[in-house]
């Protein structure tokens, strides 16, 4: 009798740095860089001592997006715990998290069909034709101008425009 067992898959385990080896180089390249520039500016005898003292500051603060990407890069999830919007659901779930899928499904769905009625409403055609249906319809337009007829300030003027 035989038995399939189902091995996990496993993942590649990176030594030292780990995956994003460009990433984390870049990040101690900036903060070398940055280090450098301080001590030029503190150490230096320099007028412009304050400028080299902020850009060494801002390029190490720069290091931090370097940072994140590295870190980032190198999280590690299970594939057992990865779901994918294609199908590949869970099969457990939680009650609150149904709870908050349907909510959230009801939500995007008002939001979007709200949208499409409103533009549903402006592009209705009459049955059996074809052209554009907006042709000759008066659009009212606003504008705001100096009024030479009256006083000087600012009033709004309104004009039909045909289209």
């Known amino acids: 009798m035989s038995t399939v067992e189902d091995d996990p898959a496993t993942e590649k385990r990176y030594e030292g740095v780990g995956r994003c080896k460009c990433s984390f180089w870049f990040a101690v390249a900036h903060d070398i860089l940055g280090v450098f520039i ?77 949208f499409r009625k409103k533009d549903q409403a402006v592009r209705e055609e009459p049955a059996g034709d074809n052209g554009p249906s907006n042709i000759g319809t008066d659009v009212s337009l606003s504008t705001m101008h100096n009024s030479t007829n009256a006083s000087s300030s600012k009033e709004f003027m309104r004009e039909t425009l045909s289209v």
């Open 38 to 114: 301080i001590m030029v500016g503190v150490f230096g005898g320099l007028v412009v001592h304050d400028l080299f003292i902020y850009a060494g500051a801002i390029i190490i603060f720069l290091s931090l997006i370097w940072w994140v990407f590295w870190y980032s890069g190198n999280i590690d999830v299970p594939p057992n715990e990865l779901e994918d919007d294609v199908g590949l659901i869970r099969l457990k779930k939680s009650a609150l998290s149904q709870v908050v899928r349907r909510v959230s499904d009801r939500l995007s769905n008002g939001i979007r069909n709200s």
